[in-house]
C-alpha cells in the first residue's frame, strides 16, 4: 500500500479532503486508485500525514486496500456493517 506515498502527498489527499472534493476526483488528482485514497484518508483520520505514513508503512504489501481483505469484526467499520447489511 506504502508505494510511493509521501508526506506531500498525503498533505494533499487531507487538504482536497477537506475542501469536500470527492474521492474519485481526489485519486485523480494525486495519481491513486479510490481504493489507496480512500484507506489513506482512514489512516489520516486524526493525524499528521507524517503519523499517517509511518502507519502505512506498515500495511501489509499484500492487503494494499480495503477491498483486499475484510474489516475486522469488532472495528467500526465490521460493526457498521453488519448491524446496516442485511
Not at 486496500?65 to 472495528?75: C, E, G, H, I, V
Request: proline share 8%.
Amino acid at each position: 500500500m506504502n508505494r510511493d506515498w509521501t508526506i506531500a502527498g498525503l498533505a494533499a489527499v487531507y487538504a482536497l479532503s477537506a475542501a469536500s472534493v470527492s474521492l474519485g476526483d481526489i485519486a485523480e488528482a494525486v495519481g491513486r486508485s479510490r481504493g489507496e485514497v480512500d484507506l489513506a484518508l482512514w489512516y489520516l483520520i486524526g493525524r499528521t500525514p507524517e503519523q499517517a505514513l509511518c502507519l502505512l508503512a506498515r500495511e501489509p504489501k499484500a492487503a494494499s486496500t480495503p477491498t483486499d481483505r475484510p474489516p475486522a469484526k469488532n472495528s467500526p467499520l465490521g460493526r457498521f456493517i453488519r448491524e446496516t447489511l442485511p
